[in-house]
C-alpha cells in the first residue's frame, strides 16, 4: 500500500436576391436551433453533475508495487459523498481509463460496514487481511440513495486482473447519478498506481 474531457422561387433577380437573403436567415436560425437540440439539455437527457465528492481518496494516489501478472484484485473507487441539499441515487460508476497490462473484470457495489471498511486495493483470494467479498451482497446494477450531506456506506470496487508489465493508472472515476427527474453523470479524481514487484509472502 502505499501513495495515498422548401425552395423559393422570383421572377426578378432582386426578388430572387431578397428571398435567398431570407432563405439563409431561415436556414441559419435553423442551424441554430439543430445545434440547441444537440449541445443543450433536454428534458430526460444526462447532464454533467457537481453533487459528489470523492473525499480524501480524490486528493491522492492508492498505489500497490506487489503485483503478479495472472493475479487479479479489488481496485476501489472513491467513497461518494453527496454535498448537495437532495438526496440522490446512485446507479452506476466505472473507472475511465484503465492502462494497458491491466483488464477489468467486473464492478461490484459493497457496503463498507459488511467488509470491514472501504477496500482501496487487495487481493481478491483475501490474504493480507481484507476479508473475501463472495459473501458480501452487491449493490451493482440496483441504484442506492445517499442523503443530502451524507456519505454512502456503499462503495464501488473494480475487480482487475493484471495481464502484462503496466502503463499508467486506473484514473478518472466516473459516477451516475438521479437527482429527482434529472439524470447526471461526474466525474472525480482518482488514481490507482499499480506496478509489478516481488510478491508478497503471508503467513498460512
Not at 480524490?58 to 493475479?71: F, I
Not at 466505472?94 to 463498507?112: D, H, L, R, T, W
Request: aromatic content about 8%; glycine content about 14%; charged content about 20%.
Amino acid at each position: 500500500m502505499g501513495r495515498f474531457r422548401a425552395s423559393l422561387a422570383s421572377s426578378t433577380p432582386t426578388r430572387r436576391r431578397a428571398a435567398l437573403g431570407v432563405l439563409g436567415c431561415c436556414l441559419a436560425a435553423l442551424a441554430a436551433g439543430a445545434v440547441w437540440l444537440i449541445t443543450g439539455a433536454p428534458a430526460g437527457g444526462v447532464r454533467e453533475g457537481s453533487a459528489l465528492d470523492g473525499g480524501t481518496q480524490s486528493a491522492g494516489d492508492v498505489g500497490y508495487e506487489h503485483a503478479q501478472v495472472g493475479e487479479e484484485y479489488w481496485a476501489g473507487l472513491p467513497l461518494p459523498w453527496n454535498t448537495s441539499g437532495q438526496d440522490l441515487e446512485i446507479t452506476k460508476a466505472e473507472f475511465s481509463q484503465v492502462p494497458k497490462g491491466v483488464k477489468v473484470i467486473e464492478y461490484q457495489a459493497v457496503n463498507g460496514n459488511e467488509t470491514d471498511g472501504n477496500i482501496l486495493f487487495a487481493r481478491t483470494d483475501g490474504k493480507g487481511g481484507v476479508p473475501s467479498l463472495s459473501r458480501a451482497r452487491n449493490y451493482a446494477g440496483h441504484p442506492f440513495t445517499v442523503k443530502a450531506k451524507s456519505g454512502s456506506d456503499i462503495h464501488y470496487v473494480a475487480r482487475v486482473k493484471v495481464t502484462g508489465p503496466i502503463r499508467g493508472a486506473l484514473k478518472d472515476c466516473r459516477f451516475w447519478y438521479r437527482q429527482g427527474s434529472q439524470q447526471y453523470q461526474q466525474q472525480l479524481d482518482c488514481s490507482t498506481i499499480i506496478r509489478l514487484g516481488p510478491p508478497i509472502k503471508y503467513e498460512n
